[in-house]
């Protein structure tokens, strides 16, 4: 993960910007709708602008923010 956005993803992930624990998709704490993350599986580390706005998993975290 690069040290510019590190910030916010650890953010993220402690707000709980994820649909589950399996998710390979992170979503920005500030700007869900249009900063996303991906989990990268060979470089064991979260790549900014890879995730999956609009997906189903989006649509699961924006639920899951509306309740907190």
Known sequence: ???SYSRD????LAN?????CS???LFDFEHPESVS???????K????????PQ?????????KAQMC
């Open 16 to 20: 709980g910007m994820f649909p589950s």
């Open 23 to 25: 998710s390979s998709c």
């Open 55 to 63: 997906s189903a998993q989006f649509e699961a975290v924006q639920r």
């Open 1 to 3: 993960m690069a040290a």
């Open 45 to 52: 580390c979260w790549m900014k602008g890879a995730g999956c």
């Open 9 to 12: 993803v650890r953010k993220a």
């Open 37 to 43: 993350y991906a989990w990268d599986e060979s470089l």
